[in-house]
């Protein structure tokens, strides 16, 4: 049972557009989400993250907007630049557990 | 941010070896670190929930008497994969956090360490 769905295994985008990663999730007990990025061989690195407080949280380039209802949530990158090309994981968590459950990545390729 | 090291990035072994995998964080105290494992193109799957100073916490179907898990100090976390098969192949990341909040806590990874069992 995959609680943390990406659908979209891959997207293209062009350089200076804007990048929409999106995120689903079953567990209403998540209450907090995370975006990583990763690329080949490395471990995650952290992007941002959002409370189930908010809608919405913003960070220079990357916005992540949390829509509870839908238990959805996207990563916006605006605008993307060709090193933002790598696998962008959401990761979701509940309480004080602290165990991230993942989902599967989407691999963002920024064309110049 | 927090920066969390593996040693070593890369190691190949034969089958039947017991390999060592460690994480460090280097400049926070992590009171609890995490060990996951990724095939090609899969999520990371959780492995393991290691507190320092006591027994790891595995996950459904991950065997500890093979996966032996060590947080002896609060910046060490050592996953030894003993016996070692071809099977074990795979990426092993670490991730560590500090435990100054119950929730929305962000964890932070190794860069993770390639095992290959011949």
């Known amino acids: 049972d995959q609680q943390v769905k990406q659908n979209s295994p891959s997207l293209s985008v062009q350089e200076g557009r804007i990048s929409i990663l999106n995120c689903d999730y079953t567990?209403?007990?998540?209450?907090?989400f995370l975006w990583y990025k990763k690329y080949p061989a490395e471990g995650p690195t952290f992007l941002i993250s959002?409370?189930?407080?908010?809608d919405k949280n913003e960070d220079g380039r990357f916005t992540v907007f949390l829509n509870k209802s839908a238990k959805h949530l996207s990563l916006h990158i605006v605008p993307s630049q060709p090193g933002d090309s790598a696998v962008y994981f959401c990761?979701?968590?509940?309480?004080?557990?602290?165990?991230?459950?993942f989902g599967s990545g989407t691999q963002l390729t920024v064309l110049p | 941010g927090a920066v969390v090291s593996q040693h070593p990035s890369r190691v190949i072994c034969k089958s039947g070896t017991s390999v060592k995998i460690e994480c460090r964080s280097l400049?926070?105290?992590?009171?609890?670190m995490f060990w996951y494992r990724q095939f090609p193109k899969q999520s990371l799957m959780l492995m393991a929930t290691?507190?320092?100073?006591?027994?790891?916490?595995?996950e459904q179907g991950v065997e500890k008497d093979k996966f032996l898990i060590n947080h002896a100090s609060l910046t060490l976390s050592t996953l030894t994969v003993t016996s070692a098969h071809p099977e074990d192949s795979s990426f092993y990341i670490c991730?560590?956090?500090?435990?100054?909040?119950?929730?929305?806590?962000?964890?932070?990874f190794g860069p993770g360490t390639r095992l290959l069992v011949l």
């Open positions: 990761a979701a968590s509940r309480g004080s557990a602290r165990q991230l459950t």
């Open positions: 959002i409370s189930s407080i908010k």
């Open positions: 991730s560590a956090s500090s435990g100054l909040a119950n929730v929305g806590e962000t964890q932070y």
């Open positions: 400049d926070f105290q992590a009171t609890t």
């Open positions: 290691s507190n320092e100073g006591s027994k790891a916490t595995y």
């Open positions: 567990n209403s007990m998540f209450d907090y």
